[in-house]
């Protein structure tokens, strides 16, 4: 069983194209996933873990969802071609907006959410109607000997949505249920090679930034302006996550991901983050920068709440909680 990631060679940019690793889940126990891609920490794309789910389109969606609520955010298009050294945000500092489910369906439908890049983010499926497929999903966690640190969140949206290059201080898993993802990654090794924003950013913006978070575009790279950036193209990893598939990102891992919508152009997702071996966890400093950065917040975030609470204002006191 190979544990190494694919290769293959181009002349862009003088560097190495490398794909990632593909495996059968009938071909894989839980041993063998840990020694070869848990414990060293490899990516990994399984195949065979969602042969059971049913496709998650939008029909099957608004079905299942009708009227319930869930949280959506208007990115909208130009943020993409922004310097991200003038953010103020990263995509959680974006506010969120609760809508019916079918509300949401129909600006999909209408083409509204792909012009302004409407998103529904991060929701978890505990206490909603796709609570019922929650059994099947889990599955994923018991054929790989993952324990959960997290609930499993939805992810919805259309071709086009970009999640910015990032990393997450925890093991994460990305399941594909509708439509597809192109993935770009980079290892825990090029941490500076890809200008992540300092952990101090939070000081003065709290949670609405994140020090996980590169100022680069990898799809437009500026080698003027972020030197180093040419260092860590030799090292990237690009793929495409088709539907079905269930990608397996090690903590510290720099990823961005971009949705590839089918014939419907709607593409569906759910992730669920996963505890890190300690062999590993202890040694990676990408975690802890996260942690201080999360320590830097806390003013900003207590005088937010202070504020919300002086104010009777519900809604932003329950928007910080989020971001928490």
């Given at each position: ?9 181009s ?47 939008l ?40 809508v019916?489910?079918?509300d949401?369906?129909?600006m ?13 983010v ?14 099947l ?92 950036l ?7 990893y ?87």
């Amino acid at each position: 069983m190979q544990s190494e990631l694919g290769v293959t060679h181009s002349s862009e940019l003088d560097r190495s194209v490398r794909s990632i690793a593909r495996v059968s889940a009938s071909a894989l126990t839980a041993s063998e996933f840990f020694e070869q891609y848990q414990k060293p920490g490899i990516p990994v794309i399984v195949t065979g873990l969602l042969d059971t789910q049913p496709d998650w389109n939008l029909g099957y969606l608004r079905e299942k969802l009708g009227t319930f609520a869930l949280p959506i955010r208007r990115y909208g298009r130009e943020r993409y071609k922004q310097d991200k050294r003038t953010w103020i945000s990263i995509g959680s500092g974006t506010e969120a907006q609760r809508v019916p489910f079918i509300d949401y369906a129909e600006m999909l439908q209408s083409g509204e959410a792909r012009e302004h890049d409407v998103y529904l983010v991060k929701r978890s499926l505990k206490d909603t109607p796709l609570e019922q497929n929650l059994a099947l999903l889990q599955r994923v966690g018991e054929k790989l000997g993952l324990s959960p640190i997290s609930n499993f969140n939805l992810w919805l949206g259309t071709s086009g949505h970009v999640t910015c290059l990032h990393y997450d201080p925890m093991d994460g898993t990305l399941m594909q249920l509708h439509g597809a993802k192109k993935v770009v990654l980079f290892p825990p090794s090029q941490l500076y090679n890809l200008y992540p924003f300092p952990f101090w950013v939070h000081l003065r913006h709290g949670l609405k930034m994140r020090a996980s978070y590169s100022q680069v575009y990898p799809e437009r790279p500026d080698f003027e302006a972020f030197p180093r950036l040419r260092q860590a193209f030799q090292h990237r990893y690009d793929d495409v996550l088709q539907q079905g598939e269930v990608l397996f990102i090690p903590a510290g891992w720099w990823h961005e991901l971009t949705t590839v919508g089918d014939e419907d152009g709607i593409v569906c997702s759910v992730n669920r983050f996963w505890h890190i071996p300690a062999v590993r966890s202890l040694r990676l400093w990408s975690k802890w920068r996260v942690h201080l950065g999360s320590v830097c917040a806390i003013p900003h975030v207590l005088a937010n709440m202070v504020g919300a609470i002086a104010s009777g204002n519900s809604q932003a006191l329950s928007q910080i909680w989020q971001k928490i």
